[in-house]
């Protein structure tokens, strides 16, 4: 059974994505979403920066359109947040947990203890007699959660669970027992960065993210990139780095490939950008536009695309 209605926050520089629903495992209910302009200066690079101004902003949103819920699920993105691919023996996942803060300080020069460090598994190797797992340790900084959790308690709405947009695509997108064998690029274009998510088989395998984003480009613009020589530099600039990732991961291991590459975030409006893709990078792109998994109330027409990251913090409870 559907557990009470969220409100789930995908809360940017430029603009914030609200989605108020239901989820489970299986299945995501979306009964309302919407975008609002982020106030000025509240927000930087995934920080809150004014909780009051914020604070403020959201709650004018929410009893403009009655939203009634009170739990509050976030999806975030932030280049603050470290993101280190780790080989461990293959344990427990309890274990897994305790050994990552211990060796990602090995690799990185930071205090553990002003980090909040999870990890995301990617997949089990086998080689000879040995069994190891690889994963994708994650590390936000304390100071940078402790203001959601402020945001919440001055809203008066109780906090569930914070995430990070690359963790909610792969609960989302990962399949049981998918044997397909085609390797998807989720490219997702943000306002400041690019987060570039390659799933193989209905698994995350790898994951990249690149510094820079739609920001330089106008928000109100409606030309189509066919038309538009200065647009398409900025484009160009983002897929050469696109494709410096895709190159390195193809260099991997042998085998490695990407089939199709799907787009989503708010660059992915830009008018012609997956044809434009597709041209320039020699494979298949789509615009995300549906998902099996979610289901909606009251719409005939949805952008997944826009909306993806804060619907899939649904899942979490």
């Given at each position: 059974?559907?557990?009470?209605?969220?409100?789930?926050?995908?809360?940017?520089?430029?603009?914030?994505?609200?989605?108020?629903?239901?989820?489970?495992?299986?299945?995501?209910?979306?009964?309302?979403?919407?975008?609002?302009?982020?106030?000025?200066?509240?927000?930087?690079?995934?920080?809150?920066?004014?909780?009051?101004?914020?604070?403020?902003?959201?709650?004018?949103?929410?009893?403009?359109?009655?939203?009634?819920?009170?739990?509050?699920v976030?999806?975030?993105?932030?280049?603050?947040?470290i993101?280190?691919?780790?080989i461990?023996?293959?344990?427990?996942?309890?274990?897994?947990?305790?050994?990552?803060?211990?060796?990602?300080?090995?690799?990185?020069?930071?205090?553990?203890?002003?980090?909040?460090?999870?990890?995301?598994?990617?997949?089990?190797?086998?080689?000879?007699?040995?069994?190891?797992?690889?994963?994708?340790?994650?590390?936000?900084?304390?100071?940078?959660?402790?203001?959601?959790?402020e945001?919440?308690?001055?809203?008066?709405?109780?906090?569930?669970?914070?995430?990070i947009?690359?963790?909610?695509a792969?609960?989302?997108?990962?399949?049981?027992?998918?044997?397909?064998?085609?390797?998807?690029?989720?490219l997702?274009?943000?306002?400041?960065?690019?987060?570039?998510?390659?799933?193989?088989?209905?698994?995350?395998?790898?994951?990249?993210?690149?510094?820079?984003?739609?920001?330089?480009i106008?928000?109100?613009?409606?030309?189509?990139?066919?038309?538009?020589?200065?647009?398409?530099?900025?484009v160009?600039?983002?897929?050469?780095?696109?494709?410096?990732?895709?190159?390195?991961?193809?260099?991997?291991?042998?085998?490695?490939?990407?089939?199709?590459?799907?787009?989503?975030?708010?660059g992915?409006?830009?008018?012609?950008?997956?044809?434009?893709?597709?041209?320039?990078?020699?494979?298949p792109?789509?615009?995300?536009?549906?998902?099996?998994?979610?289901?909606?109330?009251?719409?005939?027409?949805?952008?997944?695309?826009l909306?993806?990251?804060?619907?899939?913090?649904?899942?979490?409870?």
């Amino acid at each position: 059974m559907l557990n009470k209605d969220k409100i789930a926050f995908d809360i940017g520089a430029l603009n914030t994505r609200v989605v108020v629903g239901k989820g489970t495992k299986n299945q995501i209910m979306i009964k309302d979403a919407f975008t609002f302009k982020t106030p000025a200066n509240s927000v930087e690079d995934g920080h809150i920066l004014d909780v009051n101004l914020l604070r403020d902003e959201i709650l004018n949103q929410l009893e403009e359109r009655k939203i009634k819920a009170k739990a509050a699920v976030f999806s975030l993105s932030s280049t603050k947040m470290i993101m280190r691919e780790l080989i461990l023996p293959y344990a427990p996942t309890h274990k897994i947990e305790a050994m990552v803060p211990f060796e990602l300080a090995k690799h990185l020069p930071i205090t553990v203890e002003d980090f909040i460090i999870k990890f995301i598994p990617l997949e089990v190797i086998k080689e000879k007699n040995q069994k190891n797992f690889r994963i994708m340790a994650v590390a936000l900084p304390k100071y940078l959660v402790k203001r959601y959790w402020e945001l919440c308690t001055e809203m008066e709405i109780k906090p569930l669970a914070l995430t990070i947009h690359v963790a909610g695509a792969t609960s989302l997108l990962q399949k049981k027992n998918d044997d397909s064998g085609e390797t998807v690029a989720l490219l997702d274009l943000g306002y400041s960065s690019i987060n570039c998510s390659i799933i193989h088989g209905g698994r995350l395998v790898f994951n990249r993210m690149i510094s820079i984003g739609k920001k330089e480009i106008k928000e109100d613009s409606s030309e189509s990139l066919l038309n538009d020589s200065k647009m398409q530099l900025i484009v160009d600039k983002w897929l050469e780095e696109i494709k410096l990732v895709s190159r390195f991961y193809v260099s991997l291991k042998s085998g490695n490939q990407v089939d199709k590459i799907i787009l989503l975030g708010g660059g992915s409006r830009i008018k012609n950008i997956a044809q434009y893709t597709e041209e320039k990078l020699e494979k298949p792109v789509l615009i995300l536009s549906e998902n099996s998994r979610i289901k909606y109330k009251g719409f005939t027409t949805f952008p997944l695309n826009l909306y993806f990251n804060a619907a899939t913090a649904l899942l979490l409870n």
